[in-house]
């Protein structure tokens, strides 16, 4: 299961006795159905289980009353190839991150391979090979748009044309790069927009030796779509000049994992008073010198739930549906004809909270009791997270 291509049929999957059905849509974060029917990987029916076509399914699941939501987007991660990464000498770490929820990531640099290459032709040769060689091979299934590339002084607005028509749709964090002035990245960044190609700005102190500082002005002149880290990777800028950058500008704030705790809240706390909740997405920053955490998404759900006081129903969907939308991925919300991408869980056994979302918003991370990919079955009980208190069951299998 861990080496799982694109290839590979779901057929029909019927999901029934969904007790609590998670949207990723924070105009409507909670649906009323309790059936989710799935045709060859892409979402055919939601709703009551009488109102859906559930006959004959090739696979019947009973989600015994437990949570349904869209699979967990990582907005922020560095691969390098395959499972591995050599940052913390670990290999095996997306198909873990699976097991935590995650079913989609989105590469902001492959920055970590050994010897990475900072000549214009090299950069873009390494963001082509990344973005083939994770589209060929998906860790546990799980879907890594790699291809990143960290721009550097000299490029031209040619070079963005030709990475877009080799199929590269991102830019890794600007500022990793030779290009750390505003007026420079700005240039670039608007060159990658106009070619269709989406960009990433590291925000706060140096990473690890090596990297910079990109301060607030900077991250404002650049103008990337999204405020990348904006609570630091790990140093943050003021609590101040964060909530400044989320007021000044209009693009997506990313709150990472491995960032600054409190200015994480802040963050997320500003969004809601400026009635922008729509701009926050979740990312972890990892692999990164904190290591790699597999739950790292659904810890920081739980951080700004229970100690940023937000309901946890609108936390699930900064990580899904706000994430699919601004990235613009068929994924992250659970409707009609978006892949079947999709985290089943439970609050964990033992948990002080009564049900999933009590549990979350007293601060405990919930038991994934099973991930589907494109309608697939990746992973039954998570072998990371602590046991759900119920977990779904495949009841025929073809
Ligand atoms: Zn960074």
Same mark, same amino acid.
């Given at each position: ?7 590979? #049929? ?7 006795n ?9 105009d ?16 055919t ?12 399914p090739?696979?019947l699941i ?10 967990l ?5 560095h691969?390098?190839?395959?499972d591995?990464? /050599? ?11 699976m097991?935590?929820? =995650? ?10 391979? !050994?010897?990475? !290459? #900072?000549?214009? =032709?090299?950069?873009k040769a ?7 060689a994770?589209?060929?091979f998906?860790?546990?299934?799980? #879907? ?24 590269v ?10 290009v ?6 700005k ?16 925000t706060?102190g140096?990473s690890?030796?090596g ?16 405020i990348?880290?904006?609570n ?10 964060? @909530? ?6 209009s693009?997506?704030?990313e ?14 706390q500003?969004a ?13 920053d990892?692999p990164?010198?904190?290591g790699?955490? /597999? ?21 699930? @969907? ?9 990235r #613009? ?20 056994q ?12 007293l601060?405990d991370? /919930?038991?994934?009791?099973?991930v ?8 039954g009980?998570?072998?990371?997270? /602590? !046991? ?10 073809h």
């Amino acid at each position: 299961m861990a080496d799982v291509a694109s290839g590979g #049929k779901s057929g029909k999957v019927v999901i029934r006795n969904i007790g609590l059905l998670l949207s990723g849509d924070l105009d409507q974060p909670i649906l009323e159905a309790d059936t989710v029917v799935v045709v060859d990987g892409i979402i055919t029916a939601v709703g009551r289980e009488k109102d859906c076509d559930t006959a004959e399914p090739a696979t019947l699941i009973d989600a015994r009353g437990g949570c349904l939501a869209p699979g967990l987007i990582d907005s922020h991660v560095h691969p390098v190839f395959g499972d591995w990464t /050599p940052r913390q000498g670990q290999i095996g770490w997306i198909d873990s991150s699976m097991h935590g929820g =995650v079913t989609t990531m989105i590469s902001a640099g492959e920055v970590h391979l !050994p010897g990475r !290459p #900072k000549d214009i =032709v090299g950069l873009k040769a390494l963001a082509i090979t990344a973005q083939r060689a994770f589209d060929n091979f998906r860790p546990g299934g799980v #879907k890594v748009l790699a291809g990143a590339p960290i721009i550097e002084r000299g490029m031209v607005e040619s070079d963005f044309a030709e990475l877009a028509a080799a199929g590269v749709t991102l830019l890794g964090e600007v500022g990793l790069g030779s290009v750390k002035a505003g007026y420079e990245a700005k240039e670039m960044v608007a060159w990658a927009r106009k070619h269709g190609i989406q960009s990433t700005i590291h925000t706060g102190g140096p990473s690890i030796p090596g990297s910079g500082l990109i301060d607030k002005d900077v991250v404002l002149e650049a103008d990337a779509d999204v405020i990348g880290h904006i609570n630091g990777g790990h140093t943050s800028l003021s609590e101040a000049h964060v @909530c400044e950058l989320c007021e000044k500008s209009s693009r997506a704030i990313e709150i990472v994992h491995n960032g600054n705790e409190r200015v994480a809240i802040a963050a997320a706390q500003a969004a809601l008073q400026l009635k922008c909740p729509h701009r926050v997405i979740l990312g972890t920053d990892s692999p990164a010198g904190s290591g790699v955490q /597999p739950l790292g998404l659904l810890r920081l759900i739980a951080l700004l739930s229970s100690l940023g006081r937000i309901p946890a129903e609108l936390v699930f @969907c900064f990580a899904t549906g706000n994430t699919a939308r601004l990235r #613009k991925l068929n994924c992250g919300l659970v409707e009609v004809g978006r892949d079947a991408d999709f985290v089943f869980m439970d609050r964990a056994q033992h948990s002080a909270g009564r049900t999933l979302l009590e549990s979350v918003e007293l601060g405990d991370i /919930p038991g994934v009791g099973m991930v589907m990919i494109d309608g697939l079955v990746r992973c039954g009980r998570s072998r990371n997270t /602590p !046991p759900a208190h119920e977990i779904p069951q495949v009841m025929n299998d073809h």
